[in-house]
Structure formats: structure tokens, C-alpha cells
């Protein structure tokens, strides 16, 4: 049996559990740059911290990720769990998907690309 206590305590740390919304973004470097990717990125961070400290919706997790494997048009991202899959988020689109999307819950339809809502366990 593995010795896990190390890494439920982060989780617990990192919030994990209390989470509403997760946003994966992609940070290239196929869809992307990686300097477009990593300002995206930052750009997300501080959203997100932002939304966190006030938002009605609860607490949103992000992570940055290699490849969502779409691997053109991006910035790419994916919204869990409405499974909302973004394309083109430049600075001024991923503010978009941050306020009407994360915010107000209203995916943004001229940058979707896909929608997969996963089944709840
Ligand atoms: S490199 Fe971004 S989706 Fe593949």
C-alpha cells in the first residue's frame, strides 16, 4: 500500500474538495507560443484569484497544461464540469470566457469549440 499522507495533505491544502469549477488552459507550445501560452496563463492566475475572493459561484481551480491535443487556434482551454472547450483566448477573449463564463456561468458561444459534460461519479 502506497504511502500517500504526504499528498492528501496537499490536497487538503490545495482545496481539493471544495472546488465548483476547474479551467485546464493549454500554454502551447502547438496551439500557441509559449510566450502566448504563459501570458495566458498569468493573465488566468490573477483572474481567477480575483473571482475566487468574491465570487457567489464558489472557489475555481486552474491549471496550466502541455497539450489538450486540439494543438491549433490557441490558447486552447476546457471548462469541468459543463466540459466547455475554448479556442483563440488571446488576452481580450479569455478575459470573455473569465467573466461571462467562470463569473457568470454563461459559456461564451463564438469560442467554443466543443462541449463534453462528464457523467457525475
Ligand atoms: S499544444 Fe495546445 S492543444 Fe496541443
Redo the contacts with the bound molecule.
Sequence with gaps: MPELDDARAEAIRRGVGSYDRHIFI???????TPEQ?DAAWQQLKKSVAALNGSSERGRIYRTK????????D???AVVYPEGTWYAGLDAANLARVVDEDLRDGHPVADLIIGENRLPRA
Design positions: 493549454c500554454t502551447g507550445p502547438d496551439c500557441c501560452g497544461v502541455g497539450c489538450l491535443r486540439v494543438c491549433r490557441g490558447p486552447v
